[in-house]
């Protein structure tokens, strides 16, 4: 049946007259400005892009739904979820979806595919979409069978009235789309209703993934492709004095060598040859490098005496306004974190391509996270509107985060602009990607805490610095490496800190716990040592970590169960049975200590308003060489109503192993002139053998927004395992990471 909220005929005369067109502008689909105060709120990104065909196309040649989204695949089976929520809400099958993403030129612009927002904007905004398609095609047929559309069922795009007269959506809607804005006036379909919804749907895209068949960006090889290698300079901030481009010239199979500025970049026939010539280049160059780094030992000191731009209070609330605003202070806690600098640490290297058309249209394939902001910033810095930019998302082996994929599809655009009607691929070596990323920013957390004769915590006050999260491209060329060596550079714009409820380096710096006084102060530092933007999580990471540790140091101090201590300060009945299930499962009650061995525990509501995530570890420490072993690993997430119970398990499960990874091994290493971290040796990370069994326990919400997965479980479970170090040796760890070597010297 139909689920209308109010007659077909009412429907219809609110929402205006139905039209089908073969298309619709451009500008309708990339527009992001407001709609008029007049128009009711839409679900999601529906409020943005209110055109119904900008999202849903009826393919009546193949009988297939075509479905545009904003938001891209990055391995977190976005494109999987979605497809089940629009399948479920037209009544089709699950291999009737298709999905065309992250094609400038074809779908809405959802900005960029982070934050663990995919769900909460993109998904309920193709479920309400999807409702409204639905309600007009049985209005269709209701016209063209003569029977009510509440006597009509809806079988696979097969719309049966009880009389027996059927049609379908591929008779109703004959190569054309849905041309009309939507309304807000239908609802989605009840839960006992779903098909898709709430199982674990196979992603179609892994077969071929595990197999070796994807072919991502970094694997393409069209015919007559060209290859391009750019030149960085020996450290950040160098320019170039000097350079001989002779000789590099006359080297075989070189096509083009591209001097603008301190950029320097070479275009050859084959991959090999564009090896050999950005060497050769490499060695002609003279270079003016300063030495004005910190070193990776003088960070911590470095932020707190570099002057901040902007002293933040993220939230002030103070003790004298509730009930214990005369109980005295027993005691007072104070101690101090430190997370260093990260790398994305992409397996692969970023890779682009390019290629400027006879017609002018310079088209840039990527494994961008934002290919709209990114496009504008490539338009940008070629003096090109933003029409004659179109970008293309494709499967990459990168990773999470603002990793140096923005940067190559600039470089491939640079030196595509050289070769018109020719397409150049690039991808970064190893070492210019581990040298030249976007790194995570190094951050300290100071934690102080007031405590009655209970161990209740009174007043807690907690301190941030940080340097800025968020130099994504958001269409600034100033924000894409080679920019900034230009002949006329781009000036990086000053970064901001993120508001509420978002945040950046004060993501989750306010703890979800309930204390009488509660004060949060962020020092936003936008002075960088070294470039930085968006790793998973921002600053979510260090500010759990800091926050459960600390939560947990309280309760120790006080002879309480780090369990139970949590929970007396926690009201939020979803995050106490977060926190419960994950202690059940793990066995915490029943756990019995042993020599070398600890138990440990976080938790973490991302963002304050996106997924739960409670993550329990058990730990091996050796005395004898400091290495720490996880022995295994249990954690429960509620991430509202559940669309692939499988998906948000492996979301879950990822960002835990990607979290022991910083914790145990991560640390950008520096000098005073350059990164040191170029390699695998220098910059470790775990390794396969180093996994820990894990169980994830989900928590369904049927009914209930969906809320982001991704970057829930990152936070808990580093503040777990230095809780659980902590539990094993006695040593409390406040910095990262616990490489064996320090472990070992606190011992």
Same mark, same amino acid.
């Given at each position: 049946?139909?689920?209308? &909220?109010?007659?077909?005929?009412?429907?219809?005369?609110?929402?205006?007259?139905?039209?089908?067109?073969?298309?619709?502008?451009?500008?309708?689909?990339?527009?992001?400005?407001?709609?008029?105060?007049?128009?009711?709120?839409?679900?999601?990104?529906?409020?943005?892009?209110?055109?119904?065909?900008?999202?849903?196309?009826?393919?009546?040649?193949?009988?297939?739904?075509?479905?545009?989204?904003?938001?891209?695949?990055?391995?977190?089976?976005?494109?999987?979820?979605?497809?089940?929520?629009?399948?479920?809400?037209?009544?089709?099958?699950?291999?009737?979806?298709?999905?065309?993403?992250?094609?400038?030129?074809?779908?809405?612009?959802? %900005?960029?595919?982070?934050?663990?927002?995919?769900?909460?904007?993109?998904?309920?905004?193709?479920?309400?979409?999807?409702?409204?398609?639905?309600?007009?095609?049985?209005?269709?047929?209701?016209?063209?069978?003569?029977?009510?559309?509440?006597?009509?069922?809806?079988?696979?795009?097969?719309?049966?009235?009880?009389?027996?007269?059927?049609?379908?959506?591929?008779?109703?809607?004959?190569?054309?789309?849905?041309?009309?804005?939507?309304?807000?006036?239908?609802?989605?379909?009840?839960?006992?209703?779903?098909?898709?919804?709430?199982?674990?749907?196979?992603?179609?895209?892994?077969? *071929?993934?595990?197999?070796?068949?994807?072919? @991502?960006?970094?694997?393409?090889?069209?015919?007559?492709?060209? +290859?391009?290698?750019?030149?960085?300079?020996?450290?950040?901030?160098?320019?170039?004095?000097?350079?001989?481009?002779?000789?590099?010239?006359?080297?075989?199979?070189?096509?083009?060598?591209?001097? !603008?500025?301190?950029? $320097?970049?070479?275009?050859?026939?084959?991959?090999?040859?564009?090896?050999?010539?950005?060497?050769?280049?490499?060695?002609?160059?003279?270079?003016?490098?300063?030495?004005?780094?910190?070193?990776?030992?003088?960070?911590?000191?470095? $932020?707190?005496?570099?002057?901040?731009?902007?002293?933040?209070?993220?939230?002030?609330?103070?003790?004298?306004?509730?009930?214990?605003?005369?109980?005295?202070?027993?005691?007072?806690?104070?101690?101090?974190?430190?997370?260093?600098?990260?790398?994305?640490?992409?397996?692969?290297?970023?890779? /682009?391509?390019?290629?400027?058309?006879?017609?002018?249209?310079?088209?840039?394939?990527?494994?961008? &996270?934002?290919?709209?902001?990114?496009?504008?910033?490539?338009?940008?810095?070629? %003096?090109?509107?933003?029409?004659?930019?179109?970008?293309?998302?494709?499967? /990459?082996?990168?990773?999470?985060?603002?990793?140096?994929?923005?940067?190559?599809?600039?470089?491939?655009?640079? $030196? *595509?602009? &050289?070769?018109?009607?020719?397409?150049?691929?690039? &991808?970064?070596?190893?070492?210019?990607?581990?040298?030249?990323?976007?790194?995570?920013?190094?951050?300290?957390?100071?934690?102080?805490?007031?405590?009655?004769?209970?161990?209740?915590? =009174?007043?807690?006050?907690?301190?941030?610095?940080?340097?800025?999260?968020?130099?994504?491209?958001?269409?600034?060329?100033?924000?894409?490496?080679?920019?900034?060596?230009?002949?006329?550079?781009? *000036?990086?714009?000053?970064?901001?800190?993120?508001?509420?409820?978002?945040?950046?380096?004060?993501?989750?710096?306010?703890?979800?716990?309930?204390?009488?006084?509660?004060?949060?102060?962020?020092?936003?530092?936008?002075?960088?040592?070294?470039?930085?933007?968006?790793?998973?999580?921002?600053?979510?990471?260090?500010?759990?970590?800091?926050?459960?540790? @600390?939560?947990?140091?309280?309760?120790?101090?006080?002879?309480?169960?780090?369990?139970?201590?949590?929970?007396?300060?926690?009201?939020?009945?979803?995050?106490?049975?977060?926190?419960?299930?994950?202690?059940?499962?793990?066995?915490?009650?029943?756990?019995?200590?042993?020599?070398?061995?600890?138990?440990?525990?976080?938790?973490?509501?991302?963002?304050?308003?996106?997924?739960?995530?409670?993550?329990?570890?058990?730990?091996?420490?050796?005395?004898?060489?400091?290495?720490?072993?996880?022995?295994?690993?249990?954690?429960?997430?509620?991430?509202?109503?559940?669309?692939?119970?499988?998906?948000?398990? !492996?979301?879950?499960?990822?960002?835990?192993?990607?979290?022991?990874?910083?914790? $145990?091994?991560?640390?950008?290493?520096?000098?005073?002139?350059?990164?040191?971290?170029?390699?695998?040796?220098?910059?470790?990370?775990?390794? +396969?053998?180093?996994?820990?069994?894990?169980?994830?326990? =989900?928590?369904?919400?049927?009914?209930?927004?969906?809320?982001?997965?991704?970057?829930?479980?990152?936070?808990?479970?580093?503040?777990?395992?230095?809780?659980?170090?902590?539990?094993?040796? /006695?040593?409390?760890?406040?910095?990262?990471?616990?490489?064996?070597?320090?472990?070992?010297?606190?011992?």
């Amino acid at each position: 049946m139909t689920h209308l &909220q109010t007659s077909r005929r009412q429907f219809l005369k609110t929402s205006g007259a139905l039209t089908l067109s073969f298309g619709i502008p451009l500008m309708d689909v990339h527009s992001q400005s407001a709609p008029a105060p007049d128009k009711p709120r839409l679900a999601g990104d529906l409020q943005i892009h209110r055109k119904l065909n900008a999202w849903i196309r009826i393919d009546s040649a193949k009988q297939m739904v075509e479905l545009r989204i904003g938001k891209v695949e990055l391995g977190q089976g976005i494109l999987t979820a979605v497809a089940q929520v629009c399948a479920d809400e037209l009544d089709v099958d699950f291999s009737r979806i298709h999905i065309i993403s992250g094609d400038t030129a074809l779908v809405p612009n959802e %900005g960029v595919t982070a934050g663990s927002l995919s769900m909460p904007y993109c998904a309920t905004a193709v479920q309400a979409a999807s409702a409204e398609v639905r309600a007009i095609l049985l209005g269709l047929a209701e016209v063209k069978l003569n029977q009510p559309a509440l006597q009509m069922k809806v079988q696979n795009g097969l719309i049966r009235a009880n009389n027996g007269a059927q049609t379908s959506y591929w008779d109703l809607v004959v190569g054309e789309s849905l041309n009309r804005e939507a309304t807000g006036l239908v609802k989605p379909k009840p839960l006992n209703e779903h098909r898709y919804i709430g199982r674990s749907v196979p992603r179609p895209d892994i077969q *071929a993934k595990v197999m070796g068949e994807a072919i @991502f960006v970094q694997e393409q090889r069209p015919q007559g492709m060209l +290859f391009g290698q750019v030149v960085r300079p020996p450290s950040h901030g160098a320019r170039l004095k000097s350079v001989n481009l002779s000789n590099v010239e006359k080297m075989p199979g070189v096509v083009k060598v591209v001097r !603008n500025g301190s950029f $320097l970049g070479v275009i050859a026939k084959r991959e090999a040859q564009a090896h050999s010539a950005a060497q050769a280049l490499q060695t002609a160059c003279d270079w003016l490098v300063p030495q004005n780094l910190p070193k990776t030992q003088d960070m911590p000191a470095w $932020l707190l005496q570099t002057k901040p731009d902007v002293v933040i209070p993220t939230k002030k609330q103070s003790r004298a306004n509730s009930s214990s605003a005369n109980t005295p202070i027993a005691r007072i806690v104070e101690a101090q974190y430190y997370r260093p600098y990260h790398m994305h640490a992409s397996i692969g290297t970023s890779a /682009g391509m390019a290629t400027l058309g006879a017609d002018g249209v310079l088209t840039v394939q990527t494994h961008s &996270q934002s290919v709209f902001q990114t496009g504008e910033a490539i338009a940008k810095m070629l %003096g090109m509107t933003m029409e004659k930019v179109r970008m293309q998302h494709v499967q /990459g082996s990168g990773c999470y985060g603002h990793n140096m994929a923005d940067d190559a599809a600039a470089d491939a655009a640079l $030196l *595509a602009l &050289q070769v018109p009607g020719q397409t150049v691929r690039l &991808q970064y070596s190893r070492e210019q990607e581990h040298a030249w990323e976007p790194y995570g920013s190094a951050m300290l957390m100071k934690t102080k805490a007031s405590l009655d004769a209970q161990g209740n915590v =009174l007043d807690w006050d907690y301190t941030l610095w940080s340097t800025p999260h968020g130099t994504r491209p958001s269409g600034q060329p100033g924000n894409l490496l080679s920019a900034a060596y230009l002949e006329k550079p781009f *000036a990086m714009p000053k970064p901001v800190n993120g508001g509420g409820p978002n945040f950046a380096a004060d993501r989750n710096a306010i703890a979800l716990y309930e204390f009488p006084g509660h004060n949060v102060t962020t020092h936003f530092i936008t002075e960088m040592p070294l470039r930085v933007s968006s790793t998973r999580g921002l600053g979510a990471y260090a500010n759990i970590f800091a926050i459960e540790s @600390f939560i947990d140091e309280l309760a120790h101090s006080s002879g309480a169960d780090p369990v139970e201590y949590r929970l007396r300060f926690m009201k939020d009945e979803r995050a106490r049975d977060t926190i419960v299930k994950a202690a059940e499962k793990f066995g915490w009650s029943q756990w019995r200590k042993s020599p070398g061995r600890g138990r440990g525990i976080g938790f973490a509501k991302y963002k304050n308003i996106a997924g739960y995530c409670a993550v329990a570890l058990e730990v091996e420490v050796n005395r004898q060489n400091g290495r720490i072993r996880v022995l295994r690993a249990v954690t429960s997430a509620d991430c509202g109503h559940m669309v692939n119970p499988d998906g948000i398990s !492996n979301q879950i499960e990822g960002g835990l192993i990607q979290s022991l990874s910083w914790t $145990l091994k991560e640390e950008v290493q520096m000098d005073n002139t350059r990164v040191l971290s170029r390699d695998w040796n220098s910059y470790p990370i775990l390794t +396969f053998s180093e996994i820990p069994p894990v169980d994830v326990v =989900l928590i369904d919400r049927p009914g209930q927004p969906f809320l982001g997965a991704g970057e829930a479980s990152q936070g808990p479970t580093g503040a777990a395992l230095a809780n659980a170090v902590f539990d094993a040796t /006695g040593v409390r760890f406040r910095s990262l990471p616990l490489t064996p070597d320090r472990v070992l010297q606190a011992l």
